[in-house]
């Protein structure tokens, strides 16, 4: 069964930095990716980021460019999001999924499985 469980969340200052994790597990996929996404409360789901789990290549939604990196450890099955310059418009909860032909997008659709999300808040 594939699991993917989110964890790293919380409450930052504006202009503050988290780190959240992204525990994999009960994968098959040869190669795949991992992406991040958030949502807000009543709004649609929008990615962030994806990681390739073969060659680390990335992709970055334009909004986060120069703050959010996407890294990964094969070894422990945990990608990561690392996010600096926290704003308060980054306060939504944090998805990770997993898209098992790599397809390097960020469409919702492609993604198969999901995690349960943690929740981000920033204070202004």
């Known amino acids: 069964e594939v699991q993917l469980v989110e964890s790293g969340g919380g409450l930052v200052q504006a202009g503050g930095s988290l780190r959240l994790s992204c525990a994999a597990s009960g994968f098959t996929f040869d190669d795949y990716a991992i992406g991040w996404f958030r949502q807000a409360p009543g709004k649609e789901r929008d990615g962030v980021a994806c990681i390739s789990s073969s060659d680390g290549n990335t992709n970055y939604a334009d909004s986060v460019k120069g703050r959010f990196t996407i890294s990964s450890d094969n070894a422990k099955n945990t990608v990561y999001l690392q996010m600096n310059k926290l704003k308060h418009e980054d306060t939504v909860v944090y998805y990770c999924?997993?898209?098992?032909?790599?397809?390097?997008?960020?469409?919702?659709?492609?993604?198969?499985?999901w995690g349960q999300g943690t929740q981000v808040t920033v204070s202004s």
């Open positions: 999924a997993v898209d098992e032909v790599a397809t390097m997008t960020l469409g919702i659709p492609l993604y198969d499985y």
